[in-house]
């Protein structure tokens, strides 16, 4: 799936002083491509992230998601279609502490009324090499293990696209690297569009683009 930006503007009030974080960002993205976003602390990285999840507005201009403009959309036509499109894996891992690994997967599915929730949530983390923990509490696991549940619940739906808003900063450097191999190999296996934000220039070179969020505006690398 396609991701298109156009003239993409989004500025914040404070008090009555408006600042403007994006300025026009122009980018096509081709479906399949794996691509970072890089900036410092404050860039906007996590903003962009949000517009393109369709969790913010932008002020200005179009994002194009496979064509569909998600700018003009209602809340429920942007919440039904990102439930139907687009995943988001965060920081934080965000699982719930009373269901299981395995729970916590199935719930993605069961949301979104897919058929054969259980079945499809151990065959994921499977993948992630979680076969052995489906029946652990996240209490149970360790901050790697945790991450790759939410990952899983992440990839169980079959989005066309993947949003990561660092994936591995809760996570040491070892466990982060082990996590993000499994991670780059899933997305190339099942062609995913993804978008992941970063301060690891380690991490971006993993990626076929890297693109650096500075003064509002995106460039090359």
Same mark, same amino acid.
């Given at each position: 799936?396609?991701?298109i ?12 002083? =408006? *600042?403007? @974080?994006?300025r ?8 399949? /491509? $794996?691509? &970072?976003?890089?900036? +410092?602390?404050?860039s ?5 992230l ?6 913010e507005?932008?002020?200005?201009? =179009? *994002?194009? @998601? ?10 429920? /036509? $942007?919440? &039904?279609?990102?439930a +139907? ?5 965060f ?5 719930i502490?009373?269901?299981t690994?395995?729970?916590n ?10 058929d ?27 901050g790697?293990?945790?991450?790759r549940?939410a ?11 993947l ?10 450097i ?31 070179k ?16």
């Open positions: 799936m396609s991701l930006l156009k003239d993409v503007r989004k500025g914040f009030h404070q008090g009555e002083t =408006e *600042i403007q @974080v994006l026009g960002l122009n980018v096509t993205i081709e479906p399949g /491509q $794996i691509v &970072s976003i890089v900036g +410092q602390s404050g906007g990285k996590s903003t962009l949000s517009l393109l999840a369709g969790l507005r932008a002020d200005q201009g =179009e *994002i194009l @998601v496979d064509n569909v403009n998600l700018t003009p959309l209602t809340e429920h /036509q $942007i919440t &039904s279609f990102r +139907q499109n687009i995943a988001i894996v920081q934080q891992y965000h699982l502490a009373h269901l690994a395995v729970e997967v199935m719930l993605a599915l069961e949301i979104l009324k897919m054969r929730p259980r079945e499809r949530a151990e065959k994921a983390l499977n993948e992630l090499g979680l076969g052995h923990r489906l029946n652990h509490f996240p209490s149970q696991l360790s790697g293990e945790c991450q549940v990952i899983a619940r992440a990839l169980v739906v079959e989005p066309k696209i949003l990561a808003d660092e994936p591995s900063g809760n996570l040491d070892h466990t982060g690297d082990k996590v993000m191999d499994i991670f780059f190999e899933i997305v190339r296996k099942h062609k995913i569009t993804t978008i992941l934000v970063t301060h690891s220039d380690v991490l971006a993993k990626c076929e683009r890297i693109l650096r969020l500075e003064e509002g505006r995106l460039k090359e690398i």
